[in-house]
């Protein structure tokens, strides 16, 4: 009977938990691992939006001064009608440098919120303070004063945290003037910020906005009600855009009843919750004339931003009947955007467009607005449903870390675990290392043969040596013995002169590559990780893993790599004469000739080939550019930087689902709107590379006019008139044979054709720009032969990639290297039927 009983009150106790959990959580679906509400200054609790702020004093967080910091309280009358006027009667003081730590048990994209309320307590007068607040690696604040405006002032932040303490430091600044903070929050959220995103001054795309700290400037539900952080997803706030909106234009405002539809995995609940998608404004459209939709908003001058446009199609009758365009001051966001494009066809599909702008107006004003698409078959439409701006450059001056001594106290136990642990572990393994000693001695081990070993990499592993397979899962260099790609740091070091900077020979989106000079006289390419970069951990991984299991004339070869000391450095074979694209423009290299562009081109063609076709699947390389085309000393091409590079379909498949990387001038353009990769990604790149070759200018340059910005667009304008040889380069424009050029531009414009099963395969633009090349040596007498259609209708052949197969029986085979194969074979195959 009393088990009975006891367990009933268990019943009663966890629904109870329960009901408390649902009313304190608005949204189940996420639940934070770090959830610090602090109210601060208090004794008691604070129930604010369904949410429990917990007293300063209760050991959720670590005060670090609390003997030297004072509880100040105010009457409630002066906070009376303001939301969440509990947070606001209480503060705590702080006259000398002080912190709150806070233990977390997540790392990745925090808010951390702060709340401040000015005040006159006793001699203090918060009106007056001015102060610097900081986290380890970010001034949050610095000579900040609130203003006395009989409002609260309210700060937040996304920080991408790596550590397992967030230490928040607070510095007085002024003459006898404290800092203070009424209340904190410190919550873990899903990763909402992508990595690269468009940059609009200059045109361009902007690496590494996963990493920046961001601070939330506006959070616009336009055309629709207030949100209250208890109901948005994650306790956001989303004001109107009735102060914001600027103009006249006719708008309506829209409101949806029925049900969003976030299937398509374009924008999710936390990305913003369903009042902001099912509200909107939207332009008049009765006619043409109408203007833009206009919203401005003041900025810190000069400063940098990320602006954030939901977007929810909730208005049209039918796909594919709404387009519009989309602007952040003068600069163009995205032109004819047609959202039910965007959603494969379905309406009321949640979605947003991220742009980076990296200089705000000198007036610190800033503008977005929304106007119609200049399509003649479109109404003049458009609308939008949310908007977020965030500064990106928050921090100046260097930050201030008050460390709490408390905390080895109060972990005390765990630490003293921790060490036993590891001593105990210590003992084992030494216990288990004599036990094996005395084995061997007793037993010698037979000679060892060539086999795979696994070398750790900070917890990670890599199969490094060994025999080739077609599994992509255990990929080895093809190297024998037992061979570790590791370097010691010290070697390296030495070897760049302790990484000086004179030792530098190019930056990229991993970090710095230097010249390293070995002792036995051996030059290297030493390419070492910055811990600021927006890549990281996988791109170092994946560099690893494709090119320890690569060996290709045309591919730039790993020597090694270090993960010593925190560091990822990764060493390659030594490129004399540099990158492709420093021999076309941008630099003072010595023109290349036509010919010496068409071998590069070719070499590089099969240096991408052997990565689609040498393996059961194919490679990816998803970042083929001039900057990643590297040269010997022989002006020999070779594919390089892989840290993108992803494995290819399996057989039943069409394509890999991706979230898109690449570099902007680049891009596939059928991979950018369906985020579906597939080898003729590589192809249209590759098509804009040969563009840079014939052209020699940059593919994106906002200096020039509009219609010539963009390479890709502007040079197949001039194919398509037949009239390529109006941009050919200057310098090499008289060496380039008619009959060349014109099978040259035919390969280019084939590449870049808008869908990917129109585009040739790298083995067909390979053949291709050997015919090419043929035709160059060659003149007038093989122009009676068309090669593009020719290729392009081949039937299917097995046999066409047999030199790469890779035998499953015998696996110490390294495949042939068919690139060592003179250009003469290789054509004489082309125009010979039994060759092929």
Excluded at 9 to 23: D, R, T, Y
Excluded at 118 to 142: I, M, N, R
Excluded at 273 to 300: C, E, G, H, I
Excluded at 566 to 576: G, H, K, P
Aim: charged share 20%.
């Amino acid at each position: 009977m009393d088990s009975t009983v006891v367990g009933l009150k268990l019943v009663v106790l966890a629904l109870s938990v329960a009901i408390w959990l649902f009313g304190t959580c608005c949204h189940a679906d996420f639940t934070p691992a770090d959830d610090y509400l602090i109210n601060c200054g208090s004794t008691v609790d604070a129930t604010v939006d369904h949410r429990v702020f917990v007293s300063d004093t209760s050991g959720a967080a670590i005060l670090t001064t609390p003997t030297q910091s004072t509880a100040a309280t105010t009457s409630p009358n002066l906070v009376s009608g303001f939301e969440g006027a509990m947070l606001y009667q209480t503060a705590r003081i702080f006259v000398v440098p002080s912190s709150y730590a806070f233990m977390l048990k997540s790392h990745g994209r925090h808010f951390v919120r702060l709340h401040f309320f000015p005040f006159k307590y006793q001699s203090y007068d918060l009106t007056t303070a001015t102060f610097k607040v900081s986290t380890q690696d970010v001034v949050l604040l610095d000579n900040f004063t609130a203003p006395s405006s009989s409002s609260p002032v309210f700060k937040e932040y996304s920080l991408n945290i790596t550590r397992d303490m967030l230490i928040l430091t607070f510095v007085p600044l002024g003459n006898n003037t404290p800092a203070f903070v009424n209340a904190i929050e410190v919550i873990s959220v899903p990763d909402l910020i992508t990595d690269s995103v468009l940059s609009l001054d200059p045109v361009g795309q902007y690496l590494g906005l996963s990493t920046q700290p961001l601070q939330t400037f506006y959070r616009i539900n336009v055309g629709g009600p207030k949100v209250t952080p208890e109901n948005d997803t994650l306790w956001r706030t989303w004001v109107t855009d009735q102060s914001s909106f600027v103009n006249s234009t006719p708008t309506t405002l829209a409101n949806f009843p029925g049900k969003l539809n976030f299937q398509n995995g374009l924008a999710t609940e936390e990305d913003a919750p369903d009042s902001v998608y099912n509200t909107a404004r939207r332009l008049q459209n009765s006619t043409r004339s109408v203007s833009n939709m206009t919203w401005q908003f003041d900025v810190d001058a000069r400063s940098s931003y990320l602006i954030r446009f939901h977007l929810c199609d909730i208005v049209s009758k039918a796909p594919y009947q709404l387009l519009f365009d989309v602007y952040v001051d003068s600069w163009s966001v995205v032109k004819d955007l047609d959202l039910s494009d965007k959603a494969f066809g379905n309406l009321a599909t949640p979605y947003y467009i991220d742009a980076v702008l990296l200089s705000s107006d000198p007036s610190g004003k800033l503008s977005v607005s929304i106007g119609p698409s200049a399509v003649k078959i479109a109404a003049p439409d458009g609308i939008l449903n949310g908007l977020e701006i965030m500064k990106m450059n928050i921090s100046t001056g260097s930050v201030s870390i008050v460390a709490p001594p408390s905390v080895a106290r109060s972990h005390l136990g765990v630490i003293l675990g921790s060490v036993l642990g590891v001593v105990a572990a210590v003992v084992i393994a030494i216990v288990i290392c004599i036990f094996f000693r005395r084995k061997n001695k007793l037993h010698p081990p037979a000679p060892s043969r060539p086999s795979s070993s696994w070398t750790p990499l900070n917890g990670l592993s890599f199969l490094t040596t060994g025999s080739r397979t077609t599994s992509r899962t255990t990929l080895t260099s093809g190297t024998t013995g037992d061979t570790s790609y590791r370097i010691p740091f010290v070697v390296l070091q030495d070897a760049t002169n302790h990484f000086d900077e004179q030792m530098v020979i190019g930056v990229g989106g991993f970090g710095k590559v230097y010249k390293a000079v070995m002792q036995d006289g051996s030059k290297l390419a030493v390419k070492r990780g910055n811990q600021k970069s927006h890549q990281g951990l996988r791109e170092f991984r994946t560099e690893i893993e494709l090119l320890s299991g690569l060996r290709h004339r045309h591919l730039v070869s790993l020597i090694g790599y270090c993960d010593e000391h925190n560091e990822m450095i990764l060493v390659y074979e030594y490129m004399e004469k540099g990158t492709l694209k420093s021999h076309l423009y941008g630099g003072d290299m010595p023109p290349l000739s036509w010919k010496k562009r068409l071998e590069i081109c070719v070499g590089a063609a099969r240096g991408l080939h052997y990565l689609h076709t040498g393996f059961a699947q194919s490679i990816i390389h998803r970042d083929v550019k001039s900057a990643n085309i590297l040269l010997d000393e022989n002006l020999l091409a070779k594919v390089s930087d892989f840290g993108l590079s992803k494995v290819g379909p399996e057989f039943d498949q069409t394509h890999v689902s991706t979230a898109v990387k690449g570099s902007f001038g680049y891009l596939d353009p059928e991979y950018f709107r369906r985020q579906k990769l597939t080898d003729k990604s590589d192809v249209y790149s590759f098509g804009v590379v040969l563009l840079e070759v014939i052209c020699a200018r940059p593919v994106i340059d906002p200096t020039l006019p509009r219609d010539m910005i963009n390479l890709a667009e502007w040079a197949i304008k001039w194919q398509k008139r037949g009239e390529l040889d109006q941009i050919v380069d200057q310098r090499i424009a008289g060496t380039v044979r008619p009959e060349a050029l014109r099978k040259f531009g035919e390969t280019v414009e084939k590449c870049l054709a808008e869908y990917g099963v129109e585009r040739p395969t790298m083995g067909d633009v390979l053949w291709n720009l050997e015919f090419v090349l043929q035709l160059q040596e060659a003149g007038p007498d093989m122009s009676n032969i068309n090669s593009m259609n020719q290729i392009s209708e081949l039937p299917s052949n097995p046999k066409r990639v047999s030199s790469l197969d890779i035998s499953s029986t015998d696996q110490s085979r390294v495949p042939i290297d068919y690139s060592d194969m003179s250009t003469s074979n290789a054509f004489s195959q082309l125009i010979n039927a039994e060759g092929r």
